[in-house]
């Protein structure tokens, strides 16, 4: 994997200013829905290239940890021969019983995801849209991603943040949490 680094003095207006709780429209259900949402300031941006070959998620999770990338955003673009991934639950029920597949064959892929920090471990979740032929998937890339020519990428890493991933039971999944809300 190669990587580039650009520097940014773009704070996005400074300071933190905490988080914030907001009260979504007209829901009428047992209890109010709180949308959760915090101010962040940006930090590095990178530019990374996954080479053919390279167990993407892998490289991507041994870089967040050596560049102590505590939460961020991955746009990626390229191609993947192999990848474990979920293409939904089974049923619309909780927690989610997932369709996990494999893609065997070189894929086109498009994605997008996010970086939180669960305990000492980056989680990383990305979406992707991988294509062969006529064959259109859109998945949570999960597990053994093996890169097809090359896969490029822009990290952009969030400062400021309390955000973290943390287990929840109702999902069985580990969800964005924030340390701290405050309302406005």
Known sequence: MCVHYISTN?????????????????RKEEEEYIMKSEQVTLGRTFILKFDHNDDFLEELKTFTKQNKIKAGTIQ??????????????????????????????AHETIGFGTIFWQDDEPKIHIHAGMGRDKDITLACIRKETQVF??????????????????????????LLTFKQ???Y
Request: glycine share 12%; net charge negative; hydrophobic share 30%.
């Open 181 to 183: 809300l405050q309302t």
């Open 10 to 26: 773009w704070v996005g207006g400074g300071s933190r200013l905490g988080l914030h709780q907001t009260p979504r429209g007209n």
């Open 76 to 105: 990626l673009l390229g191609a993947l021969k192999k990848a474990g991934i979920v293409t939904g639950p089974k049923k619309d029920e909780l927690p989610p019983t997932p369709i996990e597949t494999q893609i065997q064959d």
């Open 149 to 174: 020519i090359v896969i490029e990428a822009i990290l952009q890493e969030y400062k400021d943040t309390s955000a973290t991933r943390q287990p929840d039971n109702e999902t069985g999944m580990s």
